[in-house]
């Protein structure tokens, strides 16, 4: 009982009430920050098993990256992990964390197919795909739709079927067994359709990137709408995301 009471105490109200300006409290990791002090770039390098940061200059993709922090529990003059859960894109690049750069990750306007704001932005229907996930995105992606989140609100919800979804969000590395039921599940979606990767497993294959039992050539065929990073990606990350997609910064705060 004194523990469940401690737990209520620290999160406070369970309802979110505005889901694109909550805050999260640490432990969370989510954008970092990266100064020009200087450190030995090789080993800060060579500290990430998932080869997420680079040097000269040092940055951090967000796309290969866990969240883990060992990088700036190491070196913490150099990075450091801000609260900032809204580092979705649909640009690849766009997840690349440089040195003295304080931009937002967000969508790239200029690549984005008109007819996904024309479509998707009061109602969205989505079938998701779990291609070798690990149960962890599976789990936040069904936290979207609880009480907490509810991102129901804002007419997106999950499917049971692909031929009654507008799109796809594939969790996993894609494994090779999973490929062929990823493809026939995205060629039942009817057009327009949207294709979503959520997660570092689904990005970039995670730390099973250069293993032999993937097959993740249907990404040759298929453009990709959403990148949501994480590992897990957390709700706020999730929903903040597909609402910026299907309706940009303006209309995102429309509630059905």
């Given at each position: 009982m004194i523990k469940d009471s401690k737990i209520l105490i620290h999160n406070g109200k369970q309802y979110i009430p505005d889901l694109q300006n909550a805050v999260i409290k640490a432990p969370f990791r989510g954008k970092p920050?990266?100064?020009?002090?200087?450190?030995?770039?090789?080993?800060?390098?060579d500290l990430c098993p998932l080869r997420a940061i680079n040097a000269n200059p040092v940055s951090i993709d967000l796309g290969k990256?866990?969240?883990c922090g060992e990088c700036a529990f190491a070196f913490p003059e150099k990075i450091q992990f801000t609260q900032e859960y809204k580092i979705s894109s649909n640009k690849r690049e766009?997840?690349?964390v440089f040195e003295g750069e304080?931009?937002?990750i967000e969508i790239d306007e200029n690549i984005l197919r008109p007819e996904i704001r024309a479509v998707f932005s009061k109602s969205l229907k989505l079938?998701?795909?779990s291609?070798?996930?690990?149960?962890?995105?599976?789990?936040?992606?069904?936290?979207?739709?609880?009480?907490?989140f509810d991102m129901g609100r804002y007419g997106i919800e999950f499917t049971a079927s692909p031929r009654h979804s507008d799109g796809i969000v594939v969790t996993g590395p894609i494994t090779e067994n999973m490929a062929e039921p990823l493809r026939i599940a995205y060629d039942a979606i009817p057009e327009p359709k949207i294709f979503?990767?959520?997660g570092v497993d689904a990005i970039s294959g995670g730390i099973f990137a250069d293993s032999k039992a993937l097959d993740r050539s249907i990404l040759n065929d298929i453009k990709v709408d959403l990148f949501i990073p994480g590992n897990p990606s957390h709700p706020l990350t999730i929903i903040n995301g597909i609402l910026d997609l299907t309706r940009g910064k303006i209309l995102s705060n429309y509630i059905i």
């Open positions: 920050v990266i100064s020009f002090a200087k450190v030995d770039e090789k080993e800060l390098v990256c866990s969240l766009n997840l690349i304080n931009k937002e079938r998701q795909v291609a070798g996930g690990d149960n962890s995105c599976e789990i936040e992606l069904g936290a979207c739709g609880n009480a907490n979503i990767l959520c």
